[in-house]
Structures are given as structure tokens and as C-alpha cells.
């Protein structure tokens, strides 16, 4: 049997990345018996692609013959390609190492659900209903607590409230922050991830630290132009990518 782990690095103690298409990498294992004859990591073609990268990722696990594949998220098309290549798909967490013993071990959920793109769906239902978008978990530092009428915070860390949006049930969660950081054992990113696993963290300003840490966790930072939970909810799709820190030291 041979395994595709998404993955941040290339040795086994790389966090799983969350996204399928535009992974750093692919963790080949060859494994007889639950026991690992072959190991090796591989770039992932699809980040070179403009457009279609999960389909060309897709491609390049089926011409090396992997049989499962262990990711995060991944969109309609990929899931399509992979099932067309007779390749099983199952969703991970945690590190590499982590995500391998656990699929030997018969403790991962099996991806079947062949979503509709996006395209399909009228724009309005999209605005209603959010769920539609992604299955993902997004994390919003807030200034109180308001609902979707919440005020995001300019400042991650000193964001008072914290929102988690799960999409899959259209359901929006506020808490307080308690993170400690004091903490020498876990920094707040370690915190949060353990706490509420999210699987994309809205901020407008944040450190680079902290920047570091969401990358190397396997989830993603997302940034845009909002003043409200509910419009942050309501553009998913529309948030850009943020890779620049505030510039103070944590």
C-alpha cells in the first residue's frame, strides 16, 4: 500500500497540512503489514499551477500509484480526481507521524462526500448560507460580544473575544481570551489549535511569531478589509492570503 500525507516539511515530524492542492509537499509511505518499508517526501506539482492545482496534484499521485491519500481539506474537483484514480481519501491532523499511526491504527474518517464547486450555486444562497462554501473552522479575534455584529479586533493578540465560525453547521461561537502567554509549554497558537482546532485564523495585524507558528501547525492565515464577524463569515471566499507581520516583538 502506498500513502500520500500532505504535509509542511519533509521529515515525519512535519505538521499535516491542511490544504490538498497547495501542500508543500507529499510524504510517500510504503507500507507491508502496518509496517513502513519506504519513506520519502515529494514537492507538490500543483503549487506551480496557476489554476487546477488540486487536479494536477491529484495527477501526480495517481502516475506514482498511491492508493490513500491523508489530507486536511480539499475541494470537489480534487475529491473527483482522486476517487476516479481508485484513490481512498481520508482526513488528518496533528503531525505526519501522528496522521500515519493513526490510519494503521483504523482512527481516521474515510473523505466519501463529493461536494459542488462553488460556481454551481447562485450567489445569494452563498450569502445565506455559508456552509455551502467550505467545511472549515474560522478563528476571528473580536472586541465584544455581539454576534455576527462583533467588532474584529485590529490586534490579534489583544483581541478580548475570540469567534469561531463553524461553517459546516452555519454556527458562530464566541469566547473570551484567556490564552496564556505566560505559558512556557504552549504558545497562544499552540493553545488555540488545541483548544478549538481551526482550520483558518482571520487577523488584520499579528506577529511574525505567530505567523511562523500558523504555517507550521498546518492551518491558514487569512486577512481583508472587514469590521464584522458577519462580513468575514459572508466572503469566505474573497479573503486574501497574509504572510506580513505587524512588526512588533511578542
Not at 473570551?176 to 483558518?200: F, M, R, W, Y
Amino acid at each position: 500500500m502506498k500513502i500520500a500525507i500532505t504535509s509542511v516539511g519533509v521529515d515525519e515530524n512535519s505538521m499535516l497540512d491542511q490544504r490538498f492542492g497547495r501542500c508543500q509537499y507529499f510524504q510517500i509511505f510504503d507500507v507491508e503489514d502496518k509496517e513502513v518499508k519506504k519513506h520519502e517526501a515529494i514537492p507538490n506539482q500543483g503549487t506551480i499551477q496557476g489554476h487546477g492545482a488540486g487536479i494536477r496534484a491529484s495527477e501526480q499521485l495517481g502516475q506514482i500509484g498511491v492508493n490513500v491519500v491523508i489530507t486536511g481539506q480539499l475541494g470537489p474537483n480534487s475529491t473527483s480526481v482522486l476517487k476516479e484514480l481508485g484513490i481512498t481519501i481520508y482526513s488528518g491532523k496533528g503531525t505526519v507521524k501522528e496522521a500515519l499511526r493513526d490510519f494503521l491504527n483504523g482512527e481516521l474518517n474515510q473523505i466519501t462526500d463529493i461536494s459542488k464547486p462553488h460556481s454551481q450555486a447562485p450567489k445569494e444562497s452563498l450569502k445565506e448560507s455559508p456552509k455551502k462554501v467550505t467545511n472549515e473552522r474560522i478563528f476571528i479575534p473580536l472586541m465584544n460580544n455581539n454576534g455576527m455584529d462583533s467588532e474584529i479586533s485590529e490586534h490579534f493578540g489583544h483581541a478580548p473575544f475570540f469567534g469561531l465560525h463553524d461553517v459546516s453547521k452555519n454556527r458562530l461561537e464566541i469566547i473570551p481570551n484567556d490564552l496564556d502567554h505566560a505559558d512556557p509549554s504552549k504558545s497562544p497558537i499552540e493553545q488555540i489549535q488545541d483548544t478549538v482546532n481551526p482550520t483558518i485564523i482571520f487577523a488584520k495585524s499579528i506577529g511574525g511569531r505567530a505567523i511562523s507558528l500558523i504555517q507550521e501547525k498546518g492551518m491558514r492565515l487569512k486577512t481583508g478589509n472587514f469590521k464584522r464577524a458577519g462580513e468575514v463569515i459572508e466572503n469566505l471566499d474573497s479573503l486574501k492570503d497574509k504572510t506580513d507581520d505587524c512588526g512588533h516583538k511578542h
